[in-house]
């Protein structure tokens, strides 16, 4: 059955939502209220995490629970859940703010310090969904409760490390435990409320990963420049400990689900061309890593800013990808996801070579990175709209591996982005990150023209 580009809206943050969740955890409500119009919910984390595992959550069967009873769920845990997502976005993305101090302590250049966010994003795509299928006879509250204290060990890992390689296995640590919380986090919220309200708290519990991205990262930005690099991770560690803390108190003991199989992914890999058209997720994502995971430097380089002028332009870029997110239900109910995924694809391919131009002045500046982010992060409802009408029954484990190109396009991209530094310095950047933007074009318009049949349904 094909869905319309609203029902797959319904699956991210309404505009309103977003908005009102942004003034304070106080409003959760009105986001609930919001979202609760919308019906079935993915919601789409604007950055890398919350994709699919909502999808998931909201087809898995009902619990079993024990020693539980019927009532309500604790009015505490939402709230918890989204704030232990903010604490799994900042801890997952702040490295992209603190490459150049952190590189100037431990001794390494730009590009050997952004290779942090390639080994994280290979990581998540390679332990999440083996951990969860792992860990499926284990009750949920201790797989949240075990997942975010590893975040935490990791993080101060992290903090504490006196070289580089040990960094780089504590991100390797904090992926395994980032990759087990998410998708958990999602079934949890789905399992303890019936389908009509399991919109609104999925909504609720993503909005955590959305506020990272527009708060946490540039926060821990302007922390690490301030204070030291350090100080970014501790700050993440401080946070962490008491949510996980509040995990153990608010997740009810004896919850379990059915989550997807590896035997299921395994059928689905092996589809070639539905396999083309979910792994474009990763080429588009990994055209916007091959330049936004080294925006510090290249602002650093070419425009003289400092800690305010980069935390104020990934703010910048995180306020658009929350814009994009519901510009792209938009474009996909006027346009259709052909269309949509076309046009931004073509956008993305005139843009990012913009940044080799730089300097330019700084509100120009801004604009431009305001106008990259929401024409990047205005695809995923399309694509997600696309991969749903594909997968027809199996949507839940097509849209799992969809979870793990994004991971796998910012690994591909951040990777690009170093070779790139390294050879040519940050000018080359805007340009190496067009190029892969005409690359993942091209992909698209394969995957079109090779798609395969749509399922039958009754």
């Known amino acids: 059955m094909v ?62 629970k024990s020693g539980m009873t019927d009532a309500a769920p604790n009015r505490l845990l939402i709230p918890v859940l ?47 969904p083996l951990l ?61 409320y019936p389908p009509e309200q399991r919109a609104r708290v999925l909504a609720a519990v993503f909005f955590g990963l959305t506020l990272a991205q527009v708060a946490g990262v540039p926060g821990g930005s302007f922390i690490a420049y301030t204070f030291g690099w350090r100080w970014a991770f501790a700050t993440v560690l401080l946070v962490a400990v008491p949510c996980t803390v509040l995990i153990w108190r608010h997740v009810p003991a004896g919850l379990r689900f059915q989550p997807v199989t590896l035997g299921d992914l395994a059928r689905i890999m092996g589809q070639g061309r539905l396999m083309l058209a979910t792994l474009f997720t990763g080429a588009f994502l990994g055209a916007i890593y091959v330049l936004y995971t080294y925006a510090a430097p290249l602002l650093s380089q070419t425009m003289g800013f400092g800690r305010d002028g980069i935390s104020l332009a990934l703010a910048v870029f995180g306020a658009g990808a929350v814009a994009g997110n519901i510009l792209g239900g938009v474009m996909a109910d006027a346009l259709g996801w052909r269309r949509t995924l076309i046009a931004l694809t073509a956008a993305q391919v005139v843009i990012t070579p913009v940044f080799s131009l730089l300097p330019l002045p700084a509100g120009w500046v801004f604009v431009l990175f305001f106008v990259w982010a929401v024409s990047g992060w205005s695809f995923m409802a399309g694509q997600q709209l696309r991969l749903i009408a594909l997968a027809g029954p199996m949507a839940p484990v097509v849209l799992a591996l ?57």
């Open 402 to 458: 969809n979870a793990a190109a994004i991971y796998l396009g910012a690994a591909g991209g951040s990777a690009i982005g170093a070779i790139l530094l390294q050879t040519w310095g940050v000018g080359a950047l805007g340009l190496g990150g067009g190029l892969a933007a005409a690359l993942a074009l091209l992909h698209l318009l394969a995957s079109i023209r090779w798609a395969p049949a749509a399922p039958r349904t009754a």
């Open 132 to 192: 969860v299928s792992l860990m499926g006879g284990v009750g949920r509250r201790r797989v949240l409760a075990i997942a975010l204290a590893l975040f935490a060990l990791a993080t101060a890992l992290s903090a504490l490390v006196g070289s580089f390689w040990l960094l780089t296995l504590s991100r390797v640590l904090a992926a395994a435990g980032a990759g087990m919380f998410t998708p958990v986090a999602a079934a949890v919220a789905a399992t303890l």
């Open 82 to 128: 989204s704030a232990a997502n903010f604490v799994i976005g900042m801890g997952a993305f702040v490295v992209v703010g603190v490459l150049e101090p952190l590189g100037r302590d431990l001794g390494v250049g730009a590009a050997q310090a952004g290779s942090l966010m390639t080994v994280y994003a290979m990581a998540y795509a390679v332990l999440s």
């Open 3 to 64: 869905r319309s580009a609203a029902s797959i809206r319904s699956m991210s943050f309404t505009v309103s939502s977003k908005l009102r969740l942004c003034l304070g955890m106080g409003h959760l409500r009105a986001v609930w209220r919001t979202a609760a119009t919308s019906g079935r919910c993915c919601v789409i984390d604007s950055r890398f995490h919350a994709t699919v595992q909502s999808q998931i959550a909201s087809r898995a069967p009902a619990p079993h």
